[in-house]
């Protein structure tokens, strides 16, 4: 009898392994890539001018204080300066 050839381990006499189909991780560079590109906040439309008087359209922090707008998204509105947030419930 031959002897068994190496890395053959059914011939060796061991249970096969069974071999689990490894996930591929994609890397950073396959994933794909957001579309939207970053703009810059466009401060000047926070402000409405009424005569000499500029109206802000946004509430303020109450946190922050006057000077830092809350962002207004469909159901909450957010201060992106300290996370705080208040969800408006339908
Ligand atoms: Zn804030």
């Not at 053959?8 to 994609?26: I, R, S, T």
């Amino acid at each position: 009898m031959p002897p068994p050839k190496r890395g053959d381990k059914a011939a060796e006499g061991q249970p096969e392994e069974k071999v689990k189909p490894k996930k591929e991780k994609k890397s950073q560079k396959d994933r794909p890539k957001s579309k939207k590109k970053h703009t810059k906040v466009q401060v000047w439309k926070l402000y409405t001018a009424k005569g000499d008087l500029l109206e802000r359209k946004n509430q303020n922090c109450p946190r922050c204080g006057p000077g830092t707008f809350l962002a207004a998204y469909q159901n909450r509105k957010y201060c992106g300066k300290c996370g705080w947030a208040i969800v408006q419930q339908k």
